[in-house]
């Protein structure tokens, strides 16, 4: 039977979405379904002067929007939180038909722009709000902290979440009082460009968010050039080629980059949640989650018993293209993604590690379909033991002491999530914190963590620099101004007194201070 095309999704819809996308050269890519390799839309290309008109465009915007009190700039916010609620059923038509990915993810990934806007509409008001504090000189000298917006920024998205990151990653941003030029992937652009829509139904001025599409190469330069701060989620590799651009510029980054996540499962865990668990952290999103598990740590006691489960239900997984819920799993975004899968696991099973289920092309389900794949053996001279993989593949590895685990977890150059199961919480937490990365969950994959929008969620070592949510993922978009006030003129010796008579006022005034706790 013919897959049919959600009904939302029509050739006058898709035209106006990408009608936002400016292209003086008449350049155009072929954005596909993924599920089928059809053609949806032709999506303009932007050249280098479209990106330097658009970054003018917006900061002409951003003046009057930085300019509006706090209050009014939270009202838009109000009402896109309703809006996106009202369309999230075509938010996932889109977020399907682009990425592939089952529909249970793409409608979970419509929640997280929600969920970040009523965070922020609440905590916004008291981090925006001045703060004074006392000057040097008591009751004479006051000091007030005072956010200003950045001014544009730049927002390089990847294609994995495509409206989370694009979206959401915008909205504190764009609560703070900046404008956004964003540059989706050219795979995933419907998606914004949708929420973009919504936005400026719910009241955000018209050319305040603008979007730029292009290969990376192309366009990255020229937005990094004249962002005032850019938010940057990808791999490794190009997150080091934009951090190193933007301190060129001398303009702030930030770096959300990869991973290749490890789970230990503890001698007390219990093995029912940890398999049910286990599916989504490796094939979840079919493994294009940045915070997806790739590595597991089983305990030899448990090791056979946790493999047959593991495998038992990794085999009765409903993998196939459908827009409706019934599929466990989805399509990668593409045929190259699918290669470049099936080359981490024929380069594993070369230098002997074993397939334990899956490890093939589907392409009897779509162009792009990988069967969800796991491996046994997996050591650190294959791709698959030191480099993400970013696919539904993951590889079970034995331990004898929870010593041995952690320093295994540990071995990697990335640190952006990790997973720990135990029955006993309390030491799952100590043993979760003895790993190097910046989000650990215990007794869960990754929701727990990345939905908490009230703590900062970032990497450590090579997978990334700052953070998205919490205080953190809106102050970053600020710069803070030191508004100093002397109300007499009491800094410094008076005309013709004595200067040795003056250093003791001042130092004995300092000692008085610091034992009465005035300053």
């Not at 939180?81 to 889109?94: P, Q, R, S, V, W």
């Not at 792009?368 to 539904?392: N, Q, S």
């Not at 953190?472 to 030191?482: A, E, F, H, P, R």
């Amino acid at each position: 039977m013919t897959l049919q095309r959600p009904a939302s999704i029509t050739d006058a819809f898709l035209e106006k979405l990408v009608q936002r996308v400016p292209s003086t050269s008449g350049g155009t890519w072929k954005l596909t379904e993924v599920y089928t390799g059809e053609v949806l839309v032709e999506l303009p290309q932007s050249t280098p002067e479209d990106i330097e008109q658009a970054f003018r465009t917006a900061r002409a915007a951003q003046v009057e929007w930085a300019a509006r009190p706090l209050k009014q700039r939270l009202e838009v916010f109000k009402r896109a939180h309703a809006l996106f609620l009202d369309n999230a059923e075509t938010t996932t038509d889109l977020i399907q038909v682009e990425s592939g990915k089952n529909r249970r993810m793409a409608i979970e990934e419509t929640c997280d722009p929600v969920m970040v806007m009523s965070h922020y509409l609440k905590r916004a008001p008291k981090l925006l709000a001045p703060v004074k504090r006392g000057g040097p000189v008591p009751m004479l000298t006051t000091s007030t902290e005072i956010r200003q917006p950045k001014g544009v920024i730049g927002i390089i998205a990847p294609w994995n979440f495509p409206f989370a990151t694009g979206i959401s990653d915008s909205i504190s941003a764009l609560m703070a009082g900046n404008a956004i030029v964003l540059k989706p992937d050219n795979k995933t652009a419907l998606s914004p460009l949708y929420g973009i829509q919504m936005l400026e139904e719910a009241g955000l001025p018209k050319g305040l968010f603008q979007v730029v599409c292009g290969e990376g190469p192309d366009v990255g330069p020229t937005l990094i050039d004249n962002a005032n701060y850019v938010m940057f989620t990808g791999s490794t590799a190009t997150g080091r080629v934009v951090g190193e651009r933007a301190g060129r510029n001398l303009i702030g980054a930030c770096l959300e980059l990869g991973g290749k996540n490890p789970m230990i499962v503890l001698e007390d865990a219990n093995l029912d949640e940890v398999v049910q668990g286990a599916i989504f952290g490796a094939f979840g999103n079919t493994g294009q989650i940045c915070m997806h598990i790739e590595r597991m740590y089983i305990p030899e006691s448990r090791y056979d018993e946790f493999r047959d489960r593991f495998v038992a239900a990794t085999e009765a997984l409903d993998v196939r293209a459908a827009y409706d819920f019934g599929p466990d799993m989805g399509s990668l975004v593409s045929p190259d993604h699918k290669d470049r899968v099936q080359a981490h696991v024929d380069d594993a099973v070369a230098k002997g590690a074993t397939v334990l289920t899956g490890g093939k092309a589907r392409p009897d389900l779509g162009p792009a379909f990988f069967e969800p794949t796991i491996l046994e053996g997996v050591t650190k001279d294959m791709l698959a033991g030191v480099t993400e993989t970013f696919g539904p593949v993951v590889a079970l590895h034995k331990y004898r002491t929870v010593d041995e685990a952690v320093a295994l977890a540990n071995d990697t150059d990335y640190g952006l999530n990790a997973s720990v199961w135990g029955g006993d919480v309390a030491n799952a937490c100590q043993v979760g914190k003895r790993i190097e990365s910046g989000n650990v969950n215990v007794n869960d994959i990754l929701a727990t963590a990345f939905a908490s929008k009230g703590t900062p969620s970032g990497g450590v070592k090579q997978s990334g620099v700052g953070a998205r949510h919490g205080d953190q993922g809106l102050l970053k978009y600020t710069d803070v101004q030191n508004l100093a006030v002397l109300k007499k003129q009491v800094m410094g010796a008076k005309p013709g007194q004595d200067y040795d008579k003056y250093v003791k006022g001042m130092l004995g005034g300092l000692r008085m201070m610091r034992k009465t706790g005035i300053r």
